[in-house]
């Protein structure tokens, strides 16, 4: 064995060159992965070696670009070098996939002339996720491979492929046995020699993709069925032309293509918001003040009070990981519903299979007596939103369970300082906030109380990344932070109605902004019953009640709805808020859509600088994942405090000045903005 560098090896097995590629933790394509693979491949090209066979150490084969240290992308030999390299080769190349073969790494493996991977690998181009597209051929060999179609549905979808399924779609030549992959690799590459199979690169291959050429219907088809999930979005959209020129144009011009909209897409704000906010997602699961060599306690059995709207969703994600769960309730009948809810999601979920319904639900035990969950090691209580009842009930389970055992409440707005004083453990309790509905959102505020011990909160946010939830560290506060930020946007809905603009009106600007759907829109989805009035406030919501108006659930709302649930003007609903405009005395205004954006937006930031101003939160970027993950703030954004550092501290602050002047002190702003707008600062600085 030769080290070919820090990072490669080059060893002999019979005829075959075996490169190692050893670059924990995921043989990213780093500066020194990628003069390894240059290294590694003309060394063994150079040698008598008759094939060279590709392999990675580790847990992964090559998993992408090393986003990490896009600096370095500059150096060294790029992947289009190592590419040509390999297209050039006049000896069979292999390549052995386990693990994850993303991006740039599947990108390399493309080049080899065959593929072999164990049974648990996937294969995928993840770019899309990031606002870009594969740079090096992906968008140009994967449909040579497997046809245009598949192409475009793995490209844009970003979904990786399981290797039994690359294998029918010919994207692998040969599954190996899990655990063998360099035998198993090493024996197809004998085979390969010893039958004298022909050197058939990627490149030139045509048979997949003639019989599409002179066919833009498929195209104009796939944009136009995707139309509603790409809004917006450009990346997918340069991903089906550079397909598109896969199939009619020559294979280098394709790429030459492929590289421009590679590199348009890299620099275009839409895919900086994402890389910004792939590394907020992750940087939001870290606590920096938990000393390193705090050790998280083991969670084997959860419980869950109150088997509601909220509770059973919180017992769902617990039963899809293999934990028994007990839910709590008062009354049988309660109980009953509640797992009849919970069953009834499961086999309405996608792909559902009776047995896994059944598995999960064996998982779920319902009891109406607290004593049953003496030996859970967490409990999360979802009872109703009131203090008193949270208190008496964090106070029987204090006694019901075993000490250590942690006890989080889920609620939205109640103070977790207060819940935990009904215990004698403080430093075991916190707020677990789940969204609704709770199986399927993924956001998770932990919330902190002030009590609440370092070995709790690693508990937390292990078992948040156990039940795939993105998680957001919170201090105590009202409406702690997502909930808190977005209300700041929806109070201003009462002002938009008075000075004369439409529900429809006001959803359109939110939407074509990027948002799911607009403010009224989403207060009709959540019932217009349940969102509580600011304190002291008449709202157009109470309006909307007393007329028999609760939302999509009942009567209608600021909309009406038709079977489908589909919004339609409302002739009634409009009758309500003229009565509400009347009563109030409203003197109609001019509003630009500029204007709409600019205030439902920016009293979002200026909500977010208060948040951090109290500690609440402790990162810009935190807030950032609450919202995008929450509230459906739209991710090519970046969230809105990213969104306000793009725009510039001093032009929000200067837009808020003018619109307290008109508008009201709503719009005051927040003493971190104007602080930071003066200092020519961004919120994202730590300061
Ligand atoms: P819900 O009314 O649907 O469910 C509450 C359940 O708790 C009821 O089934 C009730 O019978 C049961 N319950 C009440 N007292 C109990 C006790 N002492 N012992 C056992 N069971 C008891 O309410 P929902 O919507 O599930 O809310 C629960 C909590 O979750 C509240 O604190 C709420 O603020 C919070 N939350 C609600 C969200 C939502 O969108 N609905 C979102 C996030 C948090």
Request: a negative charge; proline letters at 6%; charged letters at 25%.
């Amino acid at each position: 064995m030769t080290a070919v560098n820090t990072v490669m090896d080059l060893s002999h097995d019979g005829e075959v060159a075996v490169l190692t590629l050893d670059s924990p933790p995921v043989n990213a394509l780093s500066l020194a992965v990628r003069e390894g693979l240059f290294e590694g491949f003309k060394a063994a090209l150079a040698s008598e070696a008759k094939a060279a066979l590709l392999i990675c150490a580790g847990r992964t084969f090559i998993s992408g670009a090393d986003i990490t240290n896009l600096g370095d992308m500059l150096k060294g030999p790029s992947l289009e070098d190592i590419e040509t390299l390999m297209d050039g080769a006049d000896r069979p190349l292999l390549a052995a996939l386990h693990g994850t073969a993303f991006g740039g790494g599947l990108e390399v493996a493309l080049c080899a002339h065959f593929r072999v991977a164990v049974p648990s690998a996937k294969l995928g181009f993840p770019e899309v996720n990031l606002g870009l597209l594969p740079g090096a051929g992906g968008t140009q060999r994967l449909p040579r491979v497997t046809g245009p179609q598949k192409a475009l549905e793995i490209i844009t979808s970003g979904k990786p492929v399981r290797a039994p399924d690359a294998l029918a779609l010919g994207l692998v030549d040969d599954l190996v046995e899990e655990g063998k992959l360099r035998d198993g690799a090493l024996a197809f590459a004998r085979l390969v020699l010893s039958e004298g199979r022909p050197l058939k690169r990627i490149r030139d291959r045509d048979d997949q993709i003639a019989p599409f050429r002179g066919k833009p219907e498929l195209f104009e088809q796939f944009r136009k069925a995707n139309a509603a999930k790409f809004r917006g979005q450009i990346a997918p959209d340069w991903i089906v032309e550079a397909v598109q020129a896969a199939v009619e144009k020559p294979f280098d011009e394709g790429l030459a293509l492929e590289k421009q909209r590679f590199f348009q897409a890299a620099m275009s704000p839409q895919s900086q918001a994402r890389r910004y906010y792939f590394f907020a997602e992750r940087t939001a699961q870290k606590a920096p003040d938990l000393p390193p060599e705090t050790k998280p306690r083991e969670i084997r059995k959860v419980g869950v009070i109150g088997a509601g709207t909220m509770g059973g969703g919180i017992a769902m994600n617990f039963a899809n990981i293999g934990l028994p769960t007990t839910l709590i309730e008062m009354k049988q009948e309660a109980l009953d519903r509640g797992l009849a809810v919970i069953r009834g999601n499961y086999e309405r979920s996608r792909g559902a299979r009776p047995e896994e319904t059944e598995q999960r639900m064996s998982l779920l035990t319902g009891s109406l007596d607290m004593a049953d969950l003496a030996d859970c090691d967490l409990v999360i209580e979802a009872v109703f939103e009131n203090l008193e009842v949270k208190k008496e009930v964090f106070g029987k389970l204090d006694k019901a369970c075993k000490p250590g055992a942690i006890l989080a409440s889920n609620t939205s707005y109640l103070n977790i300082d207060d819940i935990a004083a009904a215990t004698s453990r403080p430093g075991e309790v916190l707020g677990l906030h789940f969204f609704s509905p709770a199986n399927v959102m993924p956001l998770l505020e932990i919330v902190r109380g002030a009590k609440t011990s370092p070995e709790t909160l690693a508990t937390v946010l292990e078992l948040g990344k156990r039940i795939r939830k993105t998680v957001v560290i919170s201090r105590v506060g009202p409406g702690f932070i997502a909930n808190r930020v977005a209300s700041a946007r929806l109070a201003e809905i009462n002002s938009f109605l008075l000075e004369g603009l439409s529900p429809a009106r006001v959803d359109k600007v939110l939407y074509d902004f990027g948002f799911p759907m607009g403010p009224f829109a989403m207060m009709d989805l959540v019932g217009l019953d349940v969102i509580p009035d600011p304190p002291g406030q008449k709202t157009i919501r109470s309006w909307m009640v007393e007329a028999g108006r609760r939302g999509q659930k009942g009567g209608g709302g600021f909309y009406d709805y038709d079977a489908a649930r589909n919004p339609q003007p409302s002739p009634a609903a409009d009758q309500v808020i003229a009565d509400f405009r009347q009563a109030a005395g409203a003197q109609p205004k001019e509003v630009t859509d500029e204007e709409i954006l600019e205030r439902s937006l920016y009293l979002e930031v200026n909500e977010g600088a208060k948040v951090l101003d109290e500690g609440v939160a402790i990162r810009a970027s935190d807030i950032d994942v609450a919202l995008v993950n929450g509230y459906g703030w739209p991710v090519d954004r970046g969230g809105p405090m990213y969104y306000a550092d793009q725009i510039g501290l001093d032009k929000v602050v200067a837009r808020l000045k003018e619109f307290e002047a008109k508008f009201g002190p709503q719009y005051e702003p927040a003493p971190r903005l104007e602080r930071l707008a003066a200092e020519g600062k961004k919120l994202a600085d730590r300061s």
